[in-house]
């Protein structure tokens, strides 16, 4: 496949199904083993304006979604941008107990899915929504032990 | 695959790729021949309430990437929302000449693209944005005979 900047592979892993009901909504979970490390999805990313995120999106139910997407600039400071991610990067629900971990590759405006462990059969797959929680965290009583202050988990424990 | 209602299969062609910069902007392009018919992908969307839209994501960037998604009301009215695409949905372009065809899932949230005939290696994926257009249509001077009012295409001619 071709994996030159210039192109960007779509991955989708085949070992993943879509359950419209569940206690927290829709949410994706695994039809067969997904090994540690494999890539879940690749999407690309609609990165919104300051002024449009704050006038408008931050007042719609499409907030929920959106990520954190920081961005350097040109005098060096970080801004933190929000982004659309147009892929199964809406769809999973937060764990502090995540299975699935992303990366950002900010010039390209994608951003891609891998398993952080051996997801087996039947497991929901889930993210940590890091300092992006809109709501109640059920899982507030358990160790956030992996999740950078921007949301960015570690990959340094599985091979990407 | 699982496909009852309960679980919806979430299919994506190996055979493609994005390419960051294109005339269009990002694009979707064949890496492999397509047979007409192949699922290219299935995307959840998440509907826009009618004041948010008008409200909100109209004045937005957002605007460009979202479908009409009309519902049927209580009294049997047909009700014209927008829709968010958390998929390639929102990465294809737009062409009168389309290969890519889409059909809706009302109650399940679920768009789905399936190739409207035979693609060729290194041909770009593109819809017809129908009357969802908000920009000058470059292929204006071609007929438009697939397409229906609403935007979605017939797929009549091909095995779905």
């Known amino acids: 496949m071709v994996t030159s900047p210039e192109h960007i592979t779509l991955i989708r892993c ?74 199964l990067g809406s769809m999973f629900n937060h764990s502090r107990e995540q299975n699935v971990a992303w990366t950002r590759d900010i010039d390209h405006l994608i951003i891609t899915y891998r398993a952080l462990r051996d997801i087996e059969v039947g497991e929901e797959l889930c993210i940590s929504y890091g300092d992006h929680l809109t709501f109640v965290d059920a899982d507030a009583h358990t160790q956030d032990k992996d999740v950078a202050e921007d949301g960015i988990m570690t990959l340094s424990n599985i091979q990407v």
């Open 14 to 87: 085949p070992n993943i199904t879509l359950i419209p009901e569940t206690p927290k909504g829709r949410g994706i979970f695994a039809t067969a083993r997904i090994p540690a490390g494999t890539v879940i999805d690749v999407c690309p990313v609609l990165v919104l304006g300051v002024e449009e995120n704050r006038e408008h999106i931050e007042k719609t139910s499409l907030y929920h979604y959106t990520y954190n997407w920081p961005i350097k600039t040109r005098d060096g400071k970080t801004e933190k941008l929000q982004a659309v991610i147009f892929g």
